[in-house]
């Protein structure tokens, strides 16, 4: 088996039979990056959280969800523990709330450190220093004693990503995690976020509504819609005209109000960064 | 130091931190969140408990006259140089009972804390942190003794123990649990729907890592302040119970049976009524403020109107 994150079937259920999330299958290689489209509500959120078990009370997934030919569903929960932050780290939408008010940033980063790798003391501190350097939190010293409210947005979000990024994850899901910042911040953290994902060799899963952003992070691209896996291709593809019609859809709606170019990611990253400075959302004109 | 962080983050200003207020006043040092200066309800709250505490504590190893001795002067005396607080029908010394009776007002009021605070902090965890029929029949449980008046429940206790402190604190103890099992119960489930335990969960922590991490520290300020504003109830609740002789039986004494002894005697020596009452006044303002103090020195909400 080539994929390292395997999502097979995948249906989710809630208290009331309602499904959420209905057969939704795909992969993802080692090193590889897939960006997870759809409008608000398709269930592209739902399936991140369902990948680690993270599901709001009440809601119960089926299917397999493979890491390595192990299946994280079936996991007793002290293995699935182990899994998450080590092998499987997430980066959260709203960084404020994702973060604990009463907690130093310095603290909330070596928590995972000491969970995961038994870092202790001066070396978890060190270690924090250090992954504070990697997302780009120069002044270090002052951002580790700090509360996240003495933070801006993308600082936080660079914190967010210095937790995720802590243990060495194999996969990390970013959920939205540029939604919430202002558009010039949003640039600079989709920039980091590339970086990462080429100097750790971590796999990506992003999951946005904002298909400028998968344009210029990802490689293969989920569209989903009503919980259903649309279209599973490569962004080049979908951008050169996918193969659904609400791909096409979707793709030209994001064309018309932010100069999405054609020619794929490579060939406009300058446009796309433009573009999603000018115009973060299409999400509401897709529809 | 809040005023050196917050000028050094111009960023972090004016974004969304509203908790950073421009112009905080520095305080005396120490950590960043620490240093403010001390709300004036924590300082008078502190120093009346503490004096009732003083008070009590040298009860314990000293008072002027011993408790049941009536040989000492003229009985229904007002002050005098001998007896500071007058003496009592019998001939006691009040000044030597009101000692004790701090003494034994704060032995009740922080015995029931410590039992409502366990009781209510561990069915408040429980409830919280499960869902439908545990947080359901825990919930009714904590109702059901929330509208059970505490002196009935005492008058119970009292018929199956005999009347003594200890009947006072489990009585007290336990109805001060429900209120605090309720608060508990309210914050902890709040806390554990809040992204960043989601977040920590997404990081592997486990559930008590959760719990200790991220719980605890979150809830133990309001914890703290219900559980001092019980103290004050506590106080009240034993005087009312020695009031109607379900206290500590004599010579022991409590504020509540003073007050009741000098019920008849009031317009005879008014001062074997006015000095127990003051003393309850004092023991339950101090407690009271000081939950207000610290309310006010860890609530958020509060921090950024100073």
Redesign the interface.
Known sequence: MSALLEVQDLTVTTSTGRRILDGVSWSLDAGGRLGVVGESGSGKSMTA?AV?G?LP?GMRATGRVLLDGEDLLALP??RL??????QV??V?Q?P????????TVGRQIT??LR??RGLRGAAAREEAARLARLVHLDDTE?IL???P?????G?RQRV?LA??LACEPRVLLADEPTTALDVTVQAEVLDLLDHLVDRTGVALVLVTHDLPVVARVARDLVVMRDGRVVEHTSVAAALAGGEAAYTRELVGAARAVTGLPGGGPAAGAAGVAAAAARRPAPEEETR | MTGE??T??P??RG??????APGTPGGSGGR??GARRLPPSLVVGAVLVGLVAVVGLVSLVWTPYALDDTGTGERLAGPSAAHWGGTDRLGRDLLSQLMTGAGNALVVAAASMLVAGVLGVAVGVLAGAT?RWVDVTLLSGVDLLIAFPTLLLAMLIVTVRGASLSSAIWAIGISGAAVIARVTRVNVARVLR???V?????????WW?VVL??VV??VWPTLLVQLMLLGGGAVLAEASLSYLGLGAPPPNASWGRLLQEAQSTMLVQPWGAILPGLAIVVAVLGLNLLGDGIRERTD?NLRGDR
């Open positions: 959280l680690l993270l009370d929960p002290r523990a182990r899994v998450r932050g080590g780290a997430m959260f709203e404020l709330t994702a973060l604990d008010p009463l907690m928590g995972p969970l995961h002052r004693g700090s509360y409210w003495q933070l801006s947005g600082q967010a937790m995720a | 962080l917050t050094t983050t960023v972090a974004v969304d931190a509203p908790a950073a960043a969140r869902r809040e992204d960043y989601t977040a920590a969960h997404a990081a592997g922590t486990g890592g991490r991220h520290p979150n958020p």
